[in-house]
């Protein structure tokens, strides 16, 4: 298993020899606005490039997934670069909808009981991006999809990963460690916070780090979705600096292999 870190939750995993491109955003520094409503909201983003020897157009790939779409996790440059007879697995049919609007081929929806993949086995996961009971409403209120999903993936041959996506620490994340046992775990933890009430994260901060850390001990804890949204309130240094002995905070483009 090899995880490869591009920048925010942008990752290829190769996994039992297949490559998963998870969640693509492609487009160069300082693109697009910061967010409206969330922390930092005049930092444009990306706040970093894309590392300089990454050449989407040349990498070889077995699949995409994309764990929901937001706007800091995909983008026009992806649509124009990826190839659209790749298969494209998505959360749910709102998600295929728009994905294959984009002109893709071939997109599939994981199932929580398992989607089979040439030797991999996908099992889509619950999360919680930011308090259900406050930041679903404010969605709503946008118009922007709240849902998001994880991805489990086991194999005959690799350790169980667990990518825990766009998630707080809650019951969810909880559940799905104790259903998969999983050896490595991806989470996203810049502590990407909105602007309602006292703040309002979306996916883990400091706290939820240490817990996550300290409930699966035996886990192999890594750090992604780091120093690139405008509205995050964690830095990589800031993980860091907990000094936990089960939680690693890869740079962009750093390879880790298990």
């Known amino acids: ?37 969330a922390m930092n909201s005049k930092v444009r983003q990306p706040r970093v490039d894309l590392p300089k020897d990454f050449d989407i157009n040349h990498l070889p790939l077995d699949a995409i997934i994309l764990t ?10 992806a649509v124009k670069a990826l190839d659209k007879n790749i ?25 929580e009981n398992g ?18 009971e406050v930041v679903k409403p404010m969605c709503e209120q946008i118009g922007m999809p709240y849902d998001s999903m994880g991805i489990a993936f086991k194999s005959d041959t690799e350790k169980t990963l667990y990518v825990a996506g766009d998630t707080i620490w809650c019951d969810e994340v909880r559940t799905s460690i104790d ?18 009430g006292e703040g309002e994260r979306l996916i883990m901060d400091i706290a939820d780090v240490k817990a996550i850390s300290n ?3 035996n886990s192999t804890i890594i750090a992604s979705h780091m120093d690139t949204v405008s509205h995050l309130t964690v830095t990589r240094e800031d993980i860091k ?13 750093e390879i880790l292999e298990y």
Request: aromatic share 14%; glycine share 4%.
């Open 179 to 196: 259903k998969f046992n999983p050896e490595i775990i991806v989470i996203n933890a810049c502590g990407a916070t909105v602007l309602v």
């Open 215 to 217: 409930y699966a001990k």
């Open 68 to 77: 929901h779409f937001h706007p800091d996790h995909f983008d026009e440059f």
């Open 241 to 253: 600096a907990l000094k936990l002995n089960n939680v690693f905070v890869p740079d962009d483009n």
């Open 115 to 132: 989607t089979d993949f040439e030797g991999v086995k996908l099992f889509k996961t619950q999360c919680q991006h930011g308090r259900r």
């Open 87 to 111: 298969p494209f697995y998505v959360q749910n049919e709102i998600d295929l909808n728009i994905i294959k609007n984009f002109g893709f081929n071939d997109v599939r929806i994981i199932s």
């Open 1 to 37: 298993m090899k995880i490869h870190q591009i920048r925010n939750a942008t990752i290829i995993i190769t996994y039992n020899n297949k490559r998963f491109l998870i969640d693509p955003w492609l487009m160069p520094k300082d693109f697009m606005p910061g967010f409206e409503g």
